[in-house]
Structure formats: structure tokens, C-alpha cells
């Protein structure tokens, strides 16, 4: 276990800490800080508050029959198109409902419009350059803003990236990841949280593989280091290869009649 | 660089648990498999905590590696880098996490009133 500190005058310094005591003291006045300080343990998880909400995101999903994705991506991975594809042959079948993250713009949402689906806006911009997931209270206020009663399913397009979404619960009921082949093999050993929180990974742009000199087969060993038991579906969102796929795994669930998980 | 909300949540934390007492030093544990950036997280912090009743405070990062535990051969081990989650023993997929999703405030220094 190492320790890492930064001290008043900007030096760091790391220490190994495999000794076994109580932390209830201070490690002398080598560390530079007031040594006659009261300390108080505490133990609070910095998740709590997101967790809570999520957990309550859930609930009010399942009350309403809501069946909940957290579609998620590295950017330009191809999420918005097959998003669109996705509506487009969904339309009329199951009532949906998309909250759209984007960091500034509503280039996204605007293309995802014409669909008959319910779409939510969350710019994630926040004064220093923009938030780079989507959180649980993010996601509430855009739940009050959608109709639940009148959905069946509901998609929360994240923000394009491998590492801050992942540790975000947003209140969804499964976690689909878009990875597309231009990616490179050793994505899943790069971003492992990201990919072993995957419910589903969805497989993109594989009509571009005769043009790549990509290997599908060691993408497939380097996801099963990280995520043994994923299902993966080959898709192209431009051809639409594999789509009714993807279409017929949702659609299964939106209108599936066991009790989602998080009812109360 | 989801560092900016991290701090905004242990700052509401501490606030709440402090009552009102200046902190000092702010000690966190964190598990490797967190994805948070200490450099970043230290940075965020002074950025976030300036003018206000945190400012000056310090967060002390321990940092937790992960480990894995074998269900079948009930045997604990690192998280292998590159990454696999399978037992290095049995070869088996059984295995849990049981370190390294730590993301704690552990507990809060008050300097002298």
C-alpha cells in the first residue's frame, strides 16, 4: 500500500505503508502539518450521494416500466448513428425515450430527432471545459422533463469516453458498450473498468474490416481478460449489418414482463 | 477528468462533517481500480477550495491496489498488469474483486482553533 502526500510547499513524496498500526495518529511532524490537531475518523463513501440518486433514478424507472441503457463509448465510436438506426426500426414497436449528453452542442440530439422518440437534452458544460460522463443527478432532472408513463424503454446516450462514465451510476438497468474496430485490439486492457461494467458490447464498423488490418479474434481475448462473460454483437450502423440484432436483444427486454431490477 | 466532481463531492462531505471546525488535512482512501488521477484530484482540489472555508485544507491520498480473490481455490492475488481477471491458479473465472474499488473519506484532521 503506498502513501502519497503533498505538502504546503508543493514536494510529494510517496512512501511504502505495508506496516500494520491504527491510523488514529498523525505520522509525526515530518509531514509539515500542525501536529496538535484533533483527528476524527470518518467513514463516508464519496459515491454515496450519486449512488443514492441513481438508486432512486432506478426505482422510479421500474415503478413505471421502464426498462433503462447506459449506452456508453469512446468518442466517435458511432453511438449517435446507431442510435439513429436503432430508432428507426424501434419506431412504433416500443415507446423511447433518449437523454442526449453532449458537452455543449445539441448536434446529437438534433439528429436523433423525427423518430417519435421522447429526446433530453443534458449539456454537460460546467464552466472549465465541460463534465465528461453523465451522473445520477444529471440524469434525474432530465427524468422529470421526460414522460416515463408513456415510455417502455429509455437510452442514456453518455459522453463519448472510456473512463470517467464508467464510474458514474446513472440509475440504468444495463450498461452497453459501442466499440468500434478503428479502436485498436488492447482497448479493453487500457480502459478495464469501463469494460467489465459492460452488460453487452456492441462490435461497430466491422464493414470496414477488409480495409483494417485490425484482429478481431485478440480484441475478443484482451475483452474476455477483463470481462469474461460479455455477449458481443457484430453491427455496422451504415450498412446495418447485425442491427436487428441489437434491436431484437432491446426489444426483448423493453417489453419483457419480469420485474426490472430496482423495483421496490 | 471527472476529478472537478470528485472534489466537489468529498467538499460536501467534509463541509457537512466538519461543523464549522477548520480543516486541515483530509484523508482519503483510494483504490487503484478508481481511475482517479492523484496529480489531477490535488489540483482540482486547490482550484475548487479557494476563498472558501476549505481553503488551505489537504487531502492525504492512500492508495489501495487491487486484488482479486478466487472463489473456487479461495486464494487472494494482485490484479495482474496488463489486466486478467481470471485465477493465475486454477485458471478459473470465479473471482471477485475484494480491493481496489475503495473510494473513502477515511477521516479529517481539524487544525488548532
Same mark, same amino acid.
Given at each position: 500500500m503506498g502513501r502519497f502526500h503533498r505538502h504546503a510547499d508543493g514536494t510529494e513524496h510517496e512512501h511504502p505503508h505495508d506496516h500494520d498500526h491504527p491510523h488514529d495518529r498523525d505520522h509525526g511532524?515530518?509531514?509539515g502539518y500542525a501536529t496538535a490537531t484533533e483527528r476524527v475518523t470518518v467513514l463516508e463513501r464519496i459515491f454515496d450521494e450519486n449512488d443514492r440518486i441513481a438508486a432512486a433514478n432506478r426505482a422510479d424507472l421500474a415503478a413505471a416500466g421502464v426498462f433503462a441503457v447506459n449506452l456508453m463509448s469512446s468518442p466517435g465510436a458511432g453511438k449517435t448513428t446507431l442510435l439513429r438506426e436503432t430508432l428507426a426500426r424501434l419506431q412504433g414497436k416500443v415507446r423511447i425515450g433518449i437523454v442526449e449528453g453532449d458537452i455543449e452542442t445539441s &448536434?446529437? +440530439?438534433d439528429r436523433l430527432a423525427g423518430f417519435g422518440a421522447a429526446v433530453? &437534452?443534458?449539456n454537460t458544460g460546467n464552466g472549465f471545459g465541460g463534465e465528461c460522463h453523465l451522473d445520477a443527478p444529471m440524469v434525474r432532472r432530465a427524468l422529470t422533463r421526460l414522460p416515463l408513463d408513456e415510455l417502455d424503454l429509455m437510452v442514456v446516450e453518455n459522453v463519448g469516453n472510456l473512463v470517467c462514465p464508467a464510474e458514474f451510476d446513472t440509475g440504468e438497468h444495463?450498461?452497453?458498450?459501442?466499440?468500434?474496430?478503428? @479502436?485498436? @485490439?488492447e482497448k479493453p486492457l487500457k480502459y478495464p473498468v469501463m469494460f467489465r461494467s459492460a452488460d453487452l458490447v456492441l462490435v461497430n464498423k466491422v464493414d470496414l474490416l477488409p480495409h483494417l488490418d485490425v484482429d478481431l479474434a485478440l480484441f475478443e481475448a484482451n475483452l474476455r481478460?477483463?470481462?469474461?462473460?460479455?455477449?458481443?454483437? @457484430?453491427?455496422?450502423?451504415?450498412? /446495418?449489418l447485425g442491427?436487428?440484432?441489437?434491436? /431484437?436483444? &432491446?426489444?426483448?427486454? +423493453?417489453? /419483457?414482463? +419480469?420485474? &426490472?431490477?430496482?423495483?421496490? | 477528468m471527472h476529478e472537478l466532481s470528485l472534489c466537489g463531492a468529498i467538499a460536501d462531505i467534509t463541509t457537512r462533517r466538519a461543523e464549522g471546525r477548520p480543516v486541515g488535512v483530509i484523508h482519503l482512501k483510494v483504490g487503484a481500480l478508481r481511475q482517479v488521477v492523484p496529480d489531477s484530484l490535488l489540483f482540482c482540489w486547490t482550484m475548487l477550495t479557494e476563498g472558501t472555508d476549505l481553503?488551505? %485544507?489537504? =487531502?492525504d491520498l492512500d492508495r489501495v491496489p487491487a486484488? =482479486? %480473490?478466487?472463489? %473456487?481455490?479461495?486464494?487472494?492475488? *494482485?490484479? *495482474?498488469?496488463?489486466? $486478467?481477471? $481470471?485465477?493465475?491458479?486454477? =485458471?478459473? =473465472?470465479?473471482?471477485?474483486?475484494? $480491493?481496489?474499488e475503495e473510494f473513502d473519506i477515511t477521516a479529517l484532521e481539524f487544525a488548532p482553533a
Open positions: 511532524d515530518h509531514s &448536434l446529437d +440530439a433530453e &437534452l443534458v444495463v450498461r452497453v458498450m459501442v466499440y468500434s474496430v478503428t @479502436e485498436g @485490439e481478460r477483463v470481462n469474461p462473460s460479455v455477449p458481443t454483437i @457484430e453491427v455496422s450502423a451504415r450498412t /446495418g442491427v436487428d440484432d441489437w434491436c /431484437g436483444w &432491446l426489444l426483448e427486454r +423493453a417489453t /419483457g414482463s +419480469a420485474a &426490472l431490477p430496482g423495483s421496490r | 481553503d488551505g %485544507s489537504v =487531502l486484488r =482479486l %480473490s478466487c472463489r %473456487s481455490c479461495e486464494v487472494d492475488f *494482485p490484479l *495482474p498488469d496488463p489486466p $486478467a481477471f $481470471a485465477c493465475p491458479q486454477c =485458471l478459473g =473465472l470465479n473471482v471477485v474483486v475484494v $480491493a481496489g
